[in-house]
């Protein structure tokens, strides 16, 4: 093939290259997709990790052989990418955005050296962070009982009516992660490090976050813009939580941060089934749109859900579509709690969003990270409003209320802060950081996101070593602010034109990752580039908190 490839090469021969590589792209994602999915059941099964390793090592390799495919399209002349793009199809938007990184891109064996560095590199850097981490137990005392729990587990503590609870929940948190603290921010230090080398030395991005912009294809103005919104809104939050402190505790008394997700109810909430939480779900998605419901119920219907809590298994919660057509496959840590059910509706909304987008190329079918909130955040907007519809207790109905707005918190603004904060701690690691400086930092962040509302304990400096995906994924939580407050704003507009807005939200979905974030939303009538789109998201907010 390889000799094929020149600016002249003839559109039949251009055609048989795109079937290669979707052929190529079904059969790694297979590969790659399946380790990592057994060594999410089970962090601590070697066997898993063995197979992952292979597969990685795999991969790599034929991803390295089938380089020089991908050098040559990015060094066309734009004339000849032009004539080429006319038949590609439903991939088009693939090669499109391949052509992005042109100017980012080294030659056929450097990059194959970094392909292979990574490995063994930053990837295992990960990995070694993920087996420390997934093996932690904790212990509370809950009851009168001394009792271990997992990380999930443990944070449930954190909505608990008891704010001893609430708070010993957190302080075992920081006792178990502090002991590890030297050598967790060491890894995250030389995974900065790593990136820096490789994106801004050699690959010349304008900035460490400019790689992840580009990634989504999302301009640098508009995330900026985006967190600078954001930024000026924090207020929005503090009010809330400055009233918070007084119904909590009384007029004039402030929240400590171990209460931010305390609820406003004294008394606990009985836990729900699975089975029963799975109703909850799929009746909200019915009366949305019948088909988003028949989606979700897929997931369950082909097995392809796990939400058994168990040691070893993979903290959190994920859904991972890994084919088109091919029910996606969802991981959480169910446990009970209501927020878990929010959880659940989260989860299977990933799955909607990738199954509505089952017609697209395996290139092409995956949204955009920023984009990829979308069905998430607007499912669980659906299993609120429903749960406030049929709730006739108006303590339950302040408390369910109270949840949706410290959710958006932790999406919104908690998340933006992260992105915020990372972008401070690559710039110090850069001039030599250690983890002391790294907590210094982390401190001012927390200061300037909850103003002088919130007293802050001292342990809550080293909360960043406990956040997987400034690890995994630099820069990736703005998508989940980014997701958030575009759901908001077009669930606003769903309450607004009711039936009419359901057609409109399907064809979103339905695009998956076949056109940039901005094409799908300007056909939708939104400017990602206005200040005041992202404003009209912290409206929802204001709302809510009115309503409270």
């Given at each position: 093939?390889?000799?094929?490839?020149?600016?002249?090469?003839?559109?039949?021969?251009?055609?048989?290259?795109?079937?290669?590589?979707?052929?190529?792209?079904i059969?790694?994602?297979?590969?790659?997709?399946y380790?990592?999915?057994?060594?999410?059941?089970?962090?601590?099964?070697?066997?898993?990790?063995?197979?992952?390793?292979?597969m990685?090592?795999?991969?790599?390799?034929?991803?390295?052989?089938?380089?020089?495919?991908?050098?040559?399209?990015?060094?066309?002349?734009?004339?000849?990418?032009?004539?080429?793009l006319?038949?590609?199809g439903?991939?088009r938007?693939?090669f499109?955005?391949?052509?992005?990184?042109?100017?980012?891109?080294?030659?056929?064996?450097?990059?194959?050296i970094?392909?292979?560095?990574?490995?063994?590199?930053?990837?295992?850097?990960?990995?070694?962070?993920d087996?420390?981490?997934?093996?932690?137990?904790?212990?509370?005392?809950?009851?009168?009982?001394?009792?271990?729990?997992?990380?999930?587990?443990?944070?449930?503590?954190?909505?608990?009516?008891?704010?001893?609870?609430?708070e010993?929940?957190?302080?075992?948190?920081?006792?178990?992660?502090?002991?590890?603290?030297?050598?967790?921010?060491?890894?995250?230090?030389?995974?900065?490090?790593?990136?820096?080398?490789?994106?801004?030395?050699?690959?010349?991005?304008?900035?460490?976050?400019?790689?992840?912009?580009?990634?989504?294809?999302?301009?640098?103005?508009?995330?900026?813009?985006?967190?600078?919104?954001?930024?000026?809104e924090?207020?929005?939050?503090?009010?809330?939580?400055?009233?918070?402190?007084?119904?909590?505790?009384?007029?004039?008394?402030?929240?400590?941060?171990?209460?931010?997700?305390?609820?406003?109810?004294?008394?606990?909430?009985?836990?729900?089934?699975?089975?029963?939480?799975?109703?909850?779900?799929?009746e909200?998605?019915?009366?949305?749109?019948?088909?988003?419901?028949?989606?979700?119920?897929?997931?369950?219907?082909?097995?392809?859900?796990?939400s058994?809590?168990?040691?070893?298994?993979?903290?959190?919660?994920?859904?991972?579509?890994?084919l088109?057509?091919?029910?996606?496959?969802?991981?959480?840590?169910?446990?009970?709690?209501?927020?878990?059910?929010?959880?659940?509706?989260?989860?299977?909304?990933?799955?909607?969003?990738?199954?509505?987008?089952?017609?697209?190329?395996?290139?092409?079918?995956?949204?955009?990270?920023p984009?990829?909130?979308?069905?998430?955040?607007?499912?669980?907007?659906?299993?609120?409003?429903?749960?406030?519809?049929?709730?006739k207790?108006?303590e339950?109905r302040r408390?369910?209320?109270?949840?949706?707005?410290?959710?958006?918190?932790?999406?919104?603004?908690?998340?933006?802060?992260?992105?915020?904060?990372?972008?401070?701690?690559?710039?110090?690691?850069?001039?030599?950081?250690?983890?002391?400086?790294?907590n210094?930092l982390?401190?001012?962040?927390?200061?300037?996101?909850?103003?002088?509302?919130?007293?802050?304990?001292?342990?809550?400096?080293?909360e960043?070593?406990?956040?997987?995906?400034?690890?995994?994924?630099?820069?990736?939580?703005?998508?989940?602010?980014?997701?958030?407050?575009?759901s908001?704003?077009?669930?606003?507009?769903?309450?607004?034109?009711?039936?009419?807005?359901?057609?409109?939200?399907?064809?979103?979905?339905?695009?998956?990752?076949?056109?940039?974030?901005n094409?799908?939303?300007?056909?939708?009538?939104?400017?990602?580039s206005?200040?005041?789109?992202?404003?009209?998201?912290?409206?929802?907010?204001?709302?809510?908190?009115?309503?409270?």
């Amino acid at each position: 093939m390889r000799e094929n490839l020149s600016s002249e090469i003839d559109t039949e021969t251009f055609k048989k290259l795109i079937a290669l590589i979707e052929t190529l792209s079904i059969i790694t994602r297979k590969l790659g997709s399946y380790g990592h999915l057994w060594f999410a059941e089970d962090t601590q099964n070697q066997q898993a990790l063995a197979f992952m390793g292979k597969m990685e090592q795999i991969v790599t390799e034929a991803f390295n052989r089938t380089l020089f495919v991908s050098l040559w399209w990015k060094d066309l002349e734009e004339s000849d990418a032009e004539r080429l793009l006319a038949f590609t199809g439903k991939t088009r938007y693939y090669f499109e955005q391949s052509r992005l990184f042109k100017k980012h891109t080294l030659n056929e064996q450097e990059e194959q050296i970094i392909n292979l560095k990574d490995i063994n590199g930053v990837s295992a850097l990960t990995t070694v962070y993920d087996m420390i981490t997934n093996n932690y137990s904790f212990e509370l005392e809950v009851e009168g009982k001394k009792k271990t729990f997992s990380r999930d587990e443990l944070m449930a503590f954190v909505r608990n009516p008891d704010p001893l609870l609430r708070e010993n929940a957190y302080n075992e948190i920081y006792r178990v992660y502090k002991k590890d603290a030297a050598v967790l921010s060491q890894v995250y230090i030389h995974i900065v490090r790593d990136w820096a080398n490789e994106q801004i030395k050699l690959r010349n991005h304008a900035s460490p976050i400019s790689v992840r912009n580009l990634a989504n294809d999302v301009p640098d103005k508009v995330v900026e813009t985006m967190m600078q919104v954001c930024e000026e809104e924090a207020h929005v939050f503090q009010d809330y939580f400055r009233k918070k402190g007084e119904w909590l505790y009384g007029k004039g008394k402030k929240l400590n941060r171990f209460d931010i997700y305390a609820p406003l109810k004294k008394t606990k909430d009985a836990t729900i089934d699975f089975s029963d939480a799975v109703d909850i779900v799929l009746e909200s998605f019915e009366k949305f749109s019948p088909l988003f419901a028949e989606k979700a119920k897929k997931v369950l219907d082909d097995g392809h859900l796990d939400s058994e809590k168990r040691k070893g298994k993979r903290g959190g919660a994920f859904c991972a579509g890994v084919l088109p057509g091919v029910s996606p496959w969802v991981l959480i840590n169910y446990s009970g709690e209501l927020r878990q059910v929010a959880t659940l509706a989260h989860e299977l909304g990933h799955a909607v969003h990738a199954l509505m987008a089952e017609e697209h190329s395996v290139l092409t079918f995956h949204s955009s990270l920023p984009m990829a909130e979308t069905a998430s955040v607007f499912s669980e907007l659906l299993l609120t409003d429903r749960l406030l519809q049929e709730e006739k207790d108006p303590e339950v109905r302040r408390d369910l209320i109270a949840s949706a707005i410290d959710d958006n918190y932790a999406t919104v603004l908690r998340q933006t802060f992260f992105v915020l904060f990372e972008k401070e701690a690559h710039k110090a690691i850069a001039e030599g950081a250690d983890m002391n400086s790294l907590n210094k930092l982390y401190r001012e962040n927390l200061t300037k996101q909850f103003g002088n509302v919130v007293n802050i304990n001292e342990d809550f400096q080293y909360e960043w070593i406990c956040i997987p995906h400034i690890y995994h994924s630099p820069f990736y939580c703005y998508a989940y602010s980014f997701g958030q407050l575009l759901s908001c704003s077009l669930y606003r507009k769903y309450k607004e034109e009711g039936e009419n807005f359901v057609p409109q939200l399907l064809k979103i979905l339905s695009y998956g990752g076949s056109a940039s974030p901005n094409q799908i939303l300007t056909e939708a009538g939104v400017d990602i580039s206005n200040p005041d789109f992202w404003r009209s998201g912290f409206q929802v907010v204001k709302d809510m908190i009115a309503q409270l």
